[in-house]
């Protein structure tokens, strides 16, 4: 009966830790697990979110089971 | 493979060699191509090494995802995605995009909206080293 929760470069380097579960009960949105995860500080409007790494914003439904990350914006291909 | 995420270098022509295109090879009209390079300088600042952060698994979701659409909405004959992740060094190919259709502009068009999407959906991080410092890259160049 657990959320997992990532979090991803700069904000995973800031936060100080890449991985944690969370009990699921009394979690219904992806807010609510970064409330629940990252308590001292709120959820920024730059941070992106996803739930079983399709992206979603921070009123999205959250599961028993489901995997929800947190990371800063993309910075992929080149040039 | 369509979509390929590497830790390794890659020589990106030696992967199109390497290719065969799906579709009825006499069909094909057109290939287009990008390949992306790592630079010495980023933002003004001289750039000695970088590292490439992911999400396993949400990255070949989301690439495989551009694939699809990209292949559908310019009817490509194939597309293929192939882009590094871990330690890099300036010269290394970053990235290699391919798209094989009847015609130029299909193939043009995909190629470009491939690498532009690809840049701000997929779940990729830049991490430069600057001589004794670190940075991480805030936002994309515009091009």
Known sequence: MTIRVKFFASLRERLGRDDLELPAEGIATVADVWARAVPDEPLSGQVLMSVNMEYAQADR?????????????VTGGAA | MTVRVTTEPFDPYAELAAYTPRGEA?????????????????????VASMELEHYPGM????LEKLREEAVS???????????????????????????????????????????????????????????????????????
Do not use: Q
Request: aromatic content about 10%.
């Open chain 2, 73 to 143: 909405r310019w009817r490509l004959d194939d597309a293929l995605i192939v882009h590094r992740v871990g330690a890099l060094s300036p010269t290394d190919p970053i990235v290699l995009v391919a798209a094989w259709s009847a015609h130029r502009n299909a193939a043009l068009e995909a190629c470009r909206f491939l690498i532009e999407e690809l840049k701000h959906r997929a779940p990729f991080w830049k991490k430069e080293r600057l001589g004794d410092r670190e940075r991480w890259v805030e936002r994309n160049t515009p091009g």
């Open chain 1, 61 to 73: 439904s959250v599961r028993d089971g489901d995997e929800v990350a947190f990371f800063p914006p």
């Open chain 2, 26 to 46: 006499a069909g094909i009209g057109a290939a287009a191509l990008f390949i992306g390079y790592m630079r010495d300088v980023n933002e003004g600042d001289a």
């Open chain 2, 59 to 62: 990255t070949e979701r989301a």
